[in-house]
């Protein structure tokens, strides 16, 4: 059986630098309005009396089931054997099922092109034994790439499964 | 190499200057064009990381409306009409121009200037030293200059946190590392030692990331950083926490010092600062304890009335608590061997009877020691040819009606100036209005020795990867330039040429320095056990023998900010709220970037902080257009309530124009913070002449229609 890869990130550890974002961009040729990966946050919360700031790169999950393939009356939406859900954008005929269907809010549209896409952990890059390119450029070094299984034994399924770790941080990685 | 180049495609090794710059970048190129950039995991400056800015490099240099060859203005200025002309033409004028103000007026009639610096601050403080000109209109008053020019009269040089060296506790003082450049390391550095397991003391009036990771958060009442910095110093002498064999041996005026610090208990502080005694305290502990410490300082506690006290009472924290020049501390790195900036600057060559005209030089004595001017004194030589008229102004890299305090005044000035020159990437509100427009070379574009004003103890190599139209990089200009005005013999005949000299004591040619990547200077720590603290007495001066000689109090002591609800009540009716300004998003450097299509899209439009509860009295809700008030003048930013901005005061972002709105003006009055600044310099700090730009009095209303 092909090893899951996935895109594990420390919320807890990103500093919303917003790098990654340019980085996916740059590498994916991507126009204005198109966000793969986006850093989001809610700004200051007040969280049992204490203030809290914390940011959510949203990006792609490549859910075990995912309910945008479901819904694609096109079958445009594949998944490989491993995980990386793709889009064929010759195949995809812009009607945004999937984006409404993405539990996440992580699909995008491309306006120049009418087609849906998200990111694909950088297959082009990771085929070839590379990194997906939002990788290197984090200064707090918390997105981590590799294989689903490992990083769940490392990182724990609680951080995986809700990109946050309670209070524990992680160092020394 | 790290990425994937496709056929015929190439990648070269250079280092970024979208910001303060200098991380190391791979460029790929394709038949002459630059295609993508990607952090240098070899560089140590970045490893591989790189910010939102620099990734979005391209975006800039290959701009639709990017500046490709030089303008001449034609019809009336700030019109918008222009004429294209050759360099030749450029240099013929710019001669002319020069010599005919410098025989007609003096060369102080002709002010240089830059903003934060392209990397060319050298280039200019040279051309302008050998024309004559005392006259260098920079940021370097309040921002960055009395970082440097305080450290040297106090400790010899500027300490930085060494964060190589491990700190176990950091002290994050007026900066936001993570999020904009701190000039020496950057963002990277903190995180990783933070990762490492590093203590953190936070000191900002907003709750930043760095507050929400930190062990202690100090919210500050904005401007009374030297009273929390005194006070805290307070508890550590009371507390006998200090290092008592260094205070013994290497501080000048430990009785007069201590004698001070008595007048700033931590009740009296708090009562200053906003900030519990309790925590005060805590701060005090914490950092006097954990060792080695280091603090991690910003430009914020720079632009104001206490700037040179601020930086004074900080060092003071550092040296007494013995983290000077001590791995992990704040340390001095010795500088690769280069000829510096400061050396190449050739500050020497300006006549003695030259620098007796620098403008403001007699009220900002710190300043002029260090070849640095108020920008107020060159509006009002201009307006009102006091002392002296100043005729023409020539700017590379800078865009002052966005950046400097009063921009009405800014806007009147540069209309009146009869000759003026800008340099840069864009058509922007200062280059609408010139006489000449230069077409500047972007980072991609240049060969370089870089970063060697630092104290960094590197120096990197920029090399030019591609040539877009007619851009020119503005040291190759002003070299071209001053062979030409009979500079001849302190220029060389290129630019290939210079840097050769600037490398010359490392014994490299550029091109071998291409091939390494960067060159560092061999670190050595406390270097003063063999020859002292390089200040008069040798030791670090808490006491400083130089502010005493120039006048100035030679102890550090809060004053209460000009304006502000304490020292204007009269104002508080009207202007209810503390203003702060500048706060930085990650997209933007100052005034540049908001044409990059994917740096606009992170930060569309300017934000305002306010408290929940402030807005909520003001009827202002989340997004809204606020008007932005003070008893200056009014601006335009969107509403952002957050629960991180104390009730009483407004955050506001600086520097926004908005290039696609209509020329000339692209918007310049309608977000501008500059409006409601104040540039008087009875506001400004005495001895440096900065300009208080972070608090002021404002009211907050939502906008009508």
């Not at chain 2, 500048?582 to 933007?588: C, D, I, L, S, Y």
């Amino acid at each position: 059986m092909t090893k899951k890869l996935a895109l594990l990130i420390d919320e807890d550890l990103c500093w919303g630098c917003d790098a990654c974002e340019l980085a996916c961009k740059q590498e994916n040729h991507l126009s204005e309005g198109s966000r793969w990966i986006q850093v989001r946050t809610k700004g200051v919360q007040r969280i049992n009396g204490k203030l809290k700031l914390t940011y959510s790169p949203a990006r792609c999950l490549q859910c075990s089931h995912p309910p945008c393939q479901e819904v694609c009356p096109v079958d445009a939406i594949t998944q490989r054997s491993d995980g990386i859900v793709l889009i064929d954008s010759h195949g995809c005929i812009g009607c945004k099922k999937c984006i409404e269907a993405c539990p996440f809010g992580v699909m995008q549209f491309n306006q120049e092109k009418g087609v849906a896409e998200k990111c694909h952990l950088c297959y082009h890059r990771i085929d070839q034994g590379l990194k997906p390119a939002c990788i290197d450029v984090c200064i707090g070094r918390c997105i981590y790439f590799g294989e689903m299984a490992e990083l769940v034994h490392r990182y724990g399924e609680r951080r995986w499964l809700s990109g946050r770790n309670g209070n524990e941080r992680t160092t020394g990685l | 190499m790290k990425g994937l180049a496709g056929q015929d495609e190439k990648i070269l090794r250079s280092h970024c200057r979208i910001c303060h710059g200098g991380c190391g970048v791979l460029v790929y190129v394709k038949e002459g064009r630059a295609t993508k950039i990607e952090g240098d995991p070899q560089c140590p400056i970045n490893r591989g990381t790189l910010c939102p800015k620099g990734i979005a490099s391209l975006q800039l240099v290959y701009h639709p409306n990017r500046l490709l060859y030089p303008l001449k203005r034609k019809g009336p200025k700030g019109g918008g009409q222009w004429d294209r002309i050759s360099w030749e033409e450029v240099y013929d004028l710019l001669v002319s121009k020069i010599n005919e103000y410098k025989n007609g007026y003096g060369a102080e009639s002709i002010v240089l200037g830059y903003g934060t610096g392209r990397d060319n601050e050298a280039f200019i403080y040279r051309f302008a030293n050998l024309l004559g000109t005392p006259n260098v209109l920079t940021a370097g008053h309040m921002c960055y200059g009395p970082r440097v020019s305080t450290s040297i009269i106090t400790c010899g040089n500027l300490p930085v946190c060494d964060y190589e060296g491990n700190p176990k506790c950091i002290m994050v003082w007026g900066n936001n590392a993570i999020i904009s450049n701190p000039d020496e390391y950057k963002g990277l550095y903190l995180s990783d030692a933070l990762a490492k397991g590093a203590k953190l003391i936070v000191v900002d009036p907003r709750f930043t990331k760095l507050a929400d990771r930190s062990d202690l958060w100090l919210q500050l009442r904005p401007g009374t950083d030297v009273a929390l910095a005194l006070g805290m110093l307070h508890v550590i002498i009371e507390e006998e926490l200090y290092d008592k064999e260094f205070v013994g041996n290497w501080i000048y005026g430990w009785n007069e010092f201590v004698d001070r610090v008595k007048e700033y208990p931590p009740w009296r502080v708090s009562e200053i600062t906003w900030v519990p005694e309790e925590k005060i305290r805590e701060a005090a502990r914490l950092f006097a304890k954990t060792k080695p410490a280091c603090i991690q300082w910003g430009v914020a506690i720079e632009q104001s009335i206490n700037c040179v006290d601020n930086n004074r009472s900080l060092i003071a924290l550092a040296a007494v608590t013995g983290n000077l020049d001590v791995p992990g501390g704040m340390v001095f790195y010795v500088p690769p061997p280069v000829m510096n900036a400061s050396q190449f600057g050739l500050h020497r060559s300006l006549p003695p009877e030259q620098r007796k005209k620098r403008l403001g030089g007699e009220v900002f004595k710190l300043a002029d020691a260090f070849a640095i001017i108020n920008p107020r004194f060159v509006w009002e030589a201009i307006l009102y040819e006091k002392p002296y008229p100043v005729k023409m102004v020539f700017l590379i890299s800078s865009n002052p009606v966005m950046t400097r305090a009063n921009a009405s005044m800014v806007y009147e000035a540069l209309k009146k100036v009869e000759f003026l020159v800008v340099s840069d990437f864009f058509l922007t509100p200062t280059a609408e209005m010139a006489d000449l427009v230069l077409p500047s070379a972007t980072w991609l574009e240049m060969d370089y020795v870089a970063e060697i004003w630092k104290r960094h103890g590197y120096a990197l190599a920029r090399q030019k990867v591609i040539q877009v139209g007619e851009c020119k990089s503005d040291h190759e200009m002003l070299l071209e330039l001053g062979n030409r005005l009979g500079q001849r013999e302190h220029w060389w005949p290129t630019l290939r040429d210079a840097l050769n000299a600037i490398l010359a004591p490392s014994g490299l040619t550029f091109e071998a320095f291409l091939e390494i990547g960067h060159l560092q200077g061999k670190m050595e720590y406390r270097k003063y056990l063999k020859k002292g603290f390089s200040t008069p007495t040798r030791k670090v001066e808490l006491y400083s023998t130089r502010m005493k000689e120039w006048g100035y109090d030679p102890l550090p002591k809060f004053r209460e900010p000009p304006e502000s609800p304490i020292s204007r009540p009269d104002l508080v009716k009207d202007y209810p709220y503390i203003l702060i300004t500048g706060m930085r998003p990650t997209a933007f450097f100052h005034s540049e970037h908001r044409q990059i299509p994917w740096l606009r899209e992170l930060l569309p439009e300017p934000l305002v902080e306010i408290h929940p509860e402030t807005a909520e009295k003001e009827g202002i809700k989340e997004g809204d257009w606020v008007v932005i008030e003070s008893p200056r003048g009014r601006c335009f930013q969107r509403a952002k309530l957050t629960l991180g901005i104390d009730p009483r005061v407004i955050g506001a972002q600086h520097a926004w124009w908005f290039p696609e709105k209509e020329a000339p003006e692209h918007g310049w009055k309608e977000s501008n913070i500059n409006l409601l600044t104040d540039n008087d310099p009875s506001t400004c700090d005495p001895a440096m002449g900065a300009t208080n730009l972070r608090v002021l009095m404002c009211r907050v209303s939502p906008k009508k229609d």
